[in-house]
C-alpha cells in the first residue's frame, strides 16, 4: 500500500496492558510519531471512557488519528474504510519527515489490513437497513443472518463468525448499498514489508487486576461527567461507539436502571470480554508479533533492543541510535 518499503513498527496488545505508554518512550527514543489504531480514540469528546494519551504523553510524542471524528456529525461515521487511506497517508508523511512510523492500537481488524495491505472502500452506513436487521437478529436471530449472508457470498460467510452479528449485518449492507458480494471489498493488494510487531502481553489475571484499577481511575477522574456530556449533546450511550465498555453501564446508571457499583462492576467484565476478543486477534503463537512481557521491569530496554535490531536489519532509516 505504501509507495516504497519503508520501516514500520506495531506495537499492539489488549486493552489495558501498556501499550501507550510504551510507544511513548520508544518515539523519544527513536524519533518516532504514533498512528492511532484504536477506534475509539479517533473520536471527539470520548476521553475518559477510551483512556486516551494524555496531554503529557501528547507533548511528548506526535500523535496522528486521534480524536478528530465528531460524534454528532452523521457523516463522519468512521470504521475501516475510513482508517485504512488516513493511516497509509500518515505513515508516508512521518517516513518523509525522516521520523519512525509507530502503529498502535488494540483494534486487530485496523491492525492487520494495514499490514495484509487490504482495500477496502468506504461504503456509508445505512441507519433504515441496520435497524431492520437488528429486528431480524433479535426475531430469528445470528445464525439466520449468517445463512442469509451465506447465500449472498459463501466465501465472506465462511471469513465471519456467525456469533459476530455487527460484522454480519456489516456484510450484508455492503452488499445491500453496492450491489456487490462483500468479499469484493476485501481485496489484498500486497502485505507491508520492512516491517516489526512487537505484542504486549501479561499473566491474564494481572491484567485483569490492571483493567480493574483503570476503571476505578475512570471514575474518580470523571467518566460520570463525560456520559452526562455526551447525553447533553442528544447522544444515546450503547449506539455506535457509545457501545464501548463504560459508556452503555454508565447511561444505564444515569437512567437509573442500575446503581453506580454495579455499573462499575459490568465496566471491568465487558472489557475482561473485550480482552478476550483482542487476543483472537492477536494469538500469542503468531510468528508475525514478536510478544514482550508487558509486566517486565526491564520492558523498554527489552523494546528498544528489538527496535534497534530491526532498524539495522537490513532497513536503514536514517534514524539516530536509542
Given at each position: 500500500?505504501?509507495?516504497?518499503?519503508?520501516?514500520?513498527?506495531?506495537?499492539?496488545?489488549?486493552?489495558?496492558?501498556?501499550?501507550?505508554?510504551?510507544?511513548?518512550?520508544?518515539?523519544?527514543?527513536?524519533?518516532?510519531?504514533?498512528?492511532?489504531?484504536?477506534?475509539?480514540?479517533?473520536?471527539r469528546?470520548?476521553?475518559?471512557?477510551?483512556?486516551?494519551?494524555?496531554?503529557?504523553?501528547?507533548?511528548?510524542?506526535?500523535?496522528?488519528?486521534?480524536?478528530?471524528?465528531?460524534?454528532?456529525?452523521?457523516?463522519?461515521?468512521?470504521?475501516?474504510?475510513?482508517?485504512?487511506?488516513?493511516?497509509?497517508?500518515?505513515?508516508?508523511?512521518?517516513?518523509?519527515?525522516?521520523?519512525?512510523?509507530?502503529?498502535?492500537?488494540?483494534?486487530?481488524?485496523?491492525?492487520?489490513?494495514?499490514?495484509?495491505?487490504?482495500?477496502?472502500?468506504e461504503?456509508?452506513?445505512?441507519?433504515?437497513?441496520?435497524?431492520?436487521?437488528?429486528?431480524?437478529?433479535?426475531?430469528?436471530?445470528?445464525?439466520?443472518?449468517?445463512?442469509?449472508?451465506?447465500?449472498?457470498?459463501?466465501?465472506?460467510?465462511?471469513?465471519?463468525?456467525?456469533?459476530n452479528?455487527?460484522?454480519?449485518?456489516?456484510?450484508?449492507?455492503?452488499?445491500?448499498?453496492?450491489?456487490?458480494?462483500?468479499?469484493?471489498?476485501?481485496?489484498?493488494?500486497?502485505?507491508?514489508?520492512?516491517?516489526?510487531?512487537?505484542?504486549?502481553?501479561?499473566?491474564?489475571?494481572?491484567?485483569?487486576?490492571?483493567?480493574?484499577?483503570?476503571?476505578?481511575?475512570?471514575?474518580?477522574?470523571?467518566?460520570?461527567d463525560?456520559v452526562?456530556?455526551?447525553?447533553?449533546?442528544?447522544?444515546?450511550?450503547?449506539?455506535?461507539?457509545?457501545?464501548?465498555?463504560?459508556?452503555?453501564?454508565?447511561?444505564?446508571?444515569?437512567?437509573?436502571?442500575?446503581?453506580?457499583?454495579?455499573?462499575?462492576?459490568?465496566?471491568?467484565?465487558?472489557?475482561?470480554?473485550?480482552?478476550?476478543?483482542?487476543?483472537?486477534?492477536?494469538?500469542?503463537?503468531?510468528?508475525?508479533?514478536?510478544?514482550?512481557?508487558?509486566?517486565?521491569?526491564?520492558?523498554?530496554?527489552?523494546?528498544?533492543?528489538?527496535?534497534?535490531?530491526?532498524?539495522?536489519?537490513?532497513h536503514?532509516?536514517?534514524?539516530?541510535?536509542?
Open positions: 500500500m505504501l509507495a516504497e518499503p519503508a520501516p514500520v513498527l506495531f506495537i499492539v496488545g489488549p486493552t489495558g496492558v501498556g501499550k501507550t505508554g510504551l510507544a511513548v518512550a520508544l518515539a523519544q527514543r527513536f524519533q518516532g510519531e504514533i498512528v492511532n489504531a484504536d477506534s475509539r480514540q479517533v473520536y469528546h470520548m476521553d475518559i471512557g477510551t483512556a486516551k494519551p494524555t496531554a503529557v504523553e501528547r507533548r511528548k510524542a506526535p500523535h496522528h488519528l486521534v480524536d478528530f471524528v465528531d460524534l454528532l456529525d452523521p457523516d463522519r461515521s468512521f470504521g475501516l474504510g475510513s482508517f485504512l487511506p488516513l493511516a497509509v497517508g500518515a505513515i508516508a508523511e512521518i517516513r518523509g519527515r525522516g521520523r519512525l512510523p509507530m502503529v498502535v492500537g488494540g483494534t486487530g481488524q485496523y491492525i492487520w489490513a494495514l499490514l495484509e495491505g487490504w482495500d477496502v472502500p461504503v456509508p452506513p445505512d441507519p433504515d437497513f441496520r435497524h431492520a436487521k437488528l429486528v431480524e437478529l433479535e426475531q430469528d436471530g445470528a445464525l439466520a443472518l449468517h445463512q442469509e449472508l451465506h447465500r449472498i457470498d459463501p466465501q465472506r460467510a465462511a471469513e465471519l463468525d456467525p456469533r452479528a455487527r460484522r454480519v449485518i456489516r456484510a450484508l449492507e455492503v452488499h445491500h448499498t453496492t450491489g456487490r458480494p462483500p468479499s469484493d471489498f476485501v481485496r489484498r493488494s500486497g502485505p507491508m514489508t520492512a516491517t516489526c510487531v512487537l505484542g504486549l502481553t501479561m499473566d491474564r489475571a494481572e491484567l485483569y487486576r490492571r483493567i480493574d484499577d483503570r476503571v476505578d481511575r475512570m471514575i474518580a477522574d470523571g467518566l460520570e463525560e452526562r456530556g455526551l447525553a447533553a449533546m442528544g447522544l444515546t450511550m450503547g449506539q455506535g461507539p457509545l457501545a464501548s465498555p463504560g459508556y452503555v453501564e454508565m447511561g444505564q446508571y444515569l437512567a437509573g436502571d442500575i446503581s453506580l457499583s454495579e455499573a462499575v462492576q459490568r465496566t471491568k467484565f465487558r472489557t475482561h470480554r473485550l480482552v478476550r476478543r483482542q487476543y483472537t486477534w492477536f494469538k500469542l503463537g503468531d510468528p508475525r508479533i514478536t510478544w514482550l512481557d508487558a509486566a517486565a521491569p526491564d520492558l523498554e530496554d527489552r523494546a528498544a533492543a528489538e527496535v534497534k535490531g530491526f532498524l539495522a536489519g537490513g536503514p532509516s536514517g534514524l539516530p541510535p536509542a
